[in-house]
């Protein structure tokens, strides 16, 4: 149990802490009291107060956090503006988060999500700069009789160039991408003979386990992958090109992430793969047996999943706040608090939802459903 529970809350804390360090250094940056800082939610296990009095503090329910700012009525940024007004001089109104500008209090909202970004990033370009990345072309060595590739007309020794438009740069991309597919037919496109091929493929959805044994349903196309005349092409990369490759890996996390909850939102995808805090807590125990780099990129995928979550605009989450935001700049003043708290009570009916969804899949999982 340890193994998997001492890896999750460290994977917990780095993703929370770089997500509301986000919130807070750009809080201070423009002026912003800043009372807590908080990972975890509930009582509070332990803490210090820093010079400026900022409460520093981790809670006994570590999944999630939060920075409260000076004059606000709750952890989720709530603020009275007609009641603060009355309640603090001018000096005290300065540090106020609600009587900020428009464009500071949204990049303070936004800075939260973005350091997700910026995090996963930064471990993608440490692992391609001092790991390396692979680029071995990806060669089927085998089509399966009977599969859906060999009903397309995939065959041996067929270089796979790209799979739904995005090109394959690896044997390590295939996988992915088939996995990441939601559409009825994958389009690939080989190179038979220094002639390129386009062909649609219909995939079998299997139900498995992965590497790790955990129980899956997998798209399958009928097909084995080698390397190009059986050599391997993994490189380091120098800093340039390294960072091109991160940047390019969040943005591909992130439109396969959006592409793949908007199918299961129409019913196209499988909805039993969306899981919650118990399945990332199994996986990561499991992914950090295999060593550090594999758990530091797991880190980043979930990074990018929370600063991605964080972004859709549901009230209690950042993107709820700039959703307001986007209403204030058109109406030229704030939403008023009984139309907030209307809003917020819908984005508590959908969080909860959301969570009770994820848990009994989790649960599911586990073999108790």
Same mark, same amino acid.
């Given at each position: ?17 770089? /997500? ?48 409260? +700012? ?28 609600? *009587? ?38 990806? !060669? ?10 060999? &009903? ?21 991309? !295939? ?19 220094? &002639?390129?091929?386009?062909? @649609? ?28 005349? %059986?050599? !391997? ?9 390294? #960072? ?13 992430? =959006?592409?793949? *909850?908007?199918?299961?939102? +129409?019913?196209?995808? %499988? ?10 807590? @199994? ?32 009230? =209690? #989450?950042?993107?709820? /706040? #700039? ?5 204030? @700049? ?19 009916? #959908? ?12 649960? @599911? ?5």
């Amino acid at each position: 149990m340890l193994d998997f529970i001492l890896p999750f809350m460290v994977l917990i804390l780095v993703v929370v802490f770089i /997500h509301e360090y986000g919130h807070y250094y750009f809080a201070k940056k423009f002026g912003v009291g800043v009372t807590d800082f908080s990972i975890g939610f509930g009582k509070e296990l332990f803490g210090w107060n820093d010079k400026s009095g900022t409460r520093w503090k981790i809670c006994w329910f570590p999944l999630g956090g939060y920075v409260k +700012f000076f004059g606000d009525r709750n952890v989720f940024s709530q603020a009275d503006h007609d009641e603060i007004l009355k309640k603090y001089n001018e000096k005290e109104r300065e540090k106020l988060f609600t *009587l900020k500008p428009l464009y500071q209090r949204a990049i303070i909202v936004a800075a939260g999500p973005i350091a997700n970004f910026i995090l996963a990033a930064i471990i993608f370009l440490f692992i391609y700069m001092f790991v390396g990345k692979d680029f071995t072309p990806a !060669v089927i060595n085998e089509v399966q009789i009977e599969s859906p590739a060999e &009903k397309a007309g995939l065959k041996k020794n067929d270089i796979i160039l790209e799979i739904d438009g995005t090109k394959v740069e690896s044997v390590l991309d !295939v996988s992915k991408l088939i996995t990441m597919s939601t559409s009825e037919f994958i389009d690939f496109k080989v190179s038979r003979y220094e &002639k390129d091929l386009f062909l @649609k493929i219909k995939p079998n959805i299997i139900a498995t386990e992965d590497s790790l044994g955990n129980k899956v349903n997998k798209r399958v196309v009928g097909i084995v992958i080698g390397a190009f005349n %059986d050599k !391997v092409n993994h490189i380091k990369l120098g800093p340039l090109k390294a #960072l091109y490759y991160s940047v390019n890996e969040v943005y591909f996390v992130t439109s396969s992430t =959006l592409s793949y *909850l908007g199918s299961m939102i +129409f019913g196209d995808a %499988d909805t039993s793969q969306l899981g919650g805090p118990i399945r990332i807590a @199994k996986i990561s125990g499991q992914v950090a047996q295999f060593g550090i780099i594999p758990f530091l990129s797991m880190m980043a995928y979930i990074s990018i999943s929370l600063g991605l979550i964080n972004l859709f605009p549901i009230p =209690l #989450l950042d993107g709820g /706040h #700039l959703m307001f935001y986007g209403f204030e @700049k058109i109406l030229g003043r704030p939403l008023s608090q009984k139309t907030q708290e209307g809003f917020f009570r819908i984005g508590m009916f #959908l969080v909860l939802s959301l969570m009770f969804f994820a848990t009994y899949n989790d649960l @599911k999982d586990l073999g108790l459903f």
